[in-house]
């Protein structure tokens, strides 16, 4: 996906215009709300650099969804992801500074970086 260049103070920080992003997970409601789950900061991977935003905010520039994503549904959303990222509390326990959780993301991630080659 790539944040498309609007108008000034239309991008939320800490996004930026015209450039690409990998989503990392995607949220879909009955009703056809989405959101994306995207790394901000490739220089530092870690909870301070992973957020969740509409995706008005984003172009698509590419179909391709990555082998390692599942589809699990939550009540009337829909998220699509790598299954361990979908574990109970999973995103709690990343923002939380748990090493097991940050571990786990590292390795998902490497692997769609893998698979995107």
């Known amino acids: 996906m790539r944040v498309p260049e609007?108008?000034?103070?239309?991008?939320?920080?800490?996004?930026?215009?015209?450039?690409?992003?990998?989503?990392l997970a995607m949220y879909a409601w009955v009703g056809g709300a989405r959101k994306f789950r995207v790394l901000t900061n490739e220089s530092r991977v870690g909870p301070e650099s992973v957020g969740v935003f509409d995706e008005s905010l984003f172009e698509k520039v590419c179909d391709v969804r990555p082998p390692n994503w599942s589809d699990k549904a939550f009540g009337d959303m829909v998220e699509s992801?790598?299954?361990?990222?979908?574990?109970?509390?999973?995103?709690?326990?990343?923002?939380?500074?748990?090493?097991?959780?940050?571990?786990?993301?590292?390795?998902?991630?490497q692997e769609m970086v893998d698979e995107g080659r």
């Open 6 to 23: 609007i108008g000034a103070g239309m991008i939320p920080h800490p996004l930026e215009g015209g450039k690409i992003y990998d989503v």
């Open 81 to 109: 992801a790598p299954s361990a990222w979908q574990e109970e509390r999973f995103w709690e326990h990343f923002y939380d500074g748990d090493p097991d959780a940050q571990r786990s993301f590292e390795r998902e991630l």
